[in-house]
Nanobody, 128 residues
Framework: VQFVESGGDLVHTGGSLRLSCVAP????????IGWFRQGPGQEREGISC????????YYADSVKGRFTISIDNAKNTVYLQMNSLKPEDTGVYYC??????????????????????WGQGTQVTVSA
C-alpha cells in the first residue's frame, strides 16, 4: 500500500516534529498501520505500529518514550509525534499498512521485508 507521507524537516537535537501519513482510502480498512524509517546507509526498520482493533501498539526500543503513533479515522491519517529528537533519528520515514487480519503490531514492524510497495517517504534530519 502506498501512503503519502509529510511533515519531515531539519530540526535540532531535542526538537519535535509531527509526521503525517494519508491513506489511499479508508484507513480503518487496514488492521495494522506503522511507521518505518531508513537511516543513511541502513536498512529500513519498523519504529512504531498499531493495530486498530484493540490498540495493540509496538515501539522500537530506540524510540520508546519519545515517539507516539496515533490514527485519525475521520481524516484517514496516521500521525507520528516525535519528541526529544536525536541525530540517530535522522532518516526517511515511511508508512505502511498490513491488510491481513490477525497480525500483531510487533510482527508488522519487525518485518518490513513483507512489503514491496512504499511511498516516497518524508525526510527527517536532526542536527547535533
Amino acid at each position: 500500500v502506498q501512503f503519502v507521507e509529510s511533515g519531515g524537516d531539519l530540526v535540532h537535537t531535542g526538537g519535535s516534529l509531527r509526521l503525517s501519513c494519508v491513506a489511499p482510502g479508508f484507513i480503518s480498512t487496514y488492521p495494522v498501520i506503522g511507521w518505518f524509517r531508513q537511516g543513511p546507509g541502513q536498512e529500513r526498520e519498523g519504529i512504531s505500529c498499531v493495530r486498530s482493533l484493540d490498540g495493540d501498539t509496538y515501539y522500537a526500543d530506540s524510540v520508546k518514550g519519545r515517539f507516539t503513533i496515533s490514527i485519525d479515522n475521520a481524516k484517514n491519517t496516521v500521525y507520528l509525534q516525535m519528541n526529544s529528537l536525536k541525530p540517530e533519528d535522522t532518516g526517511v520515514y515511511y508508512c505502511q499498512a498490513e491488510e491481513r487480519s490477525g497480525i500483531s503490531a510487533q510482527s508488522v514492524c519487525i518485518m518490513p521485508e513483507w512489503y514491496s510497495k512504499w511511498g516516497q517517504g518524508t525526510q527527517v534530519t536532526v542536527s547535533a
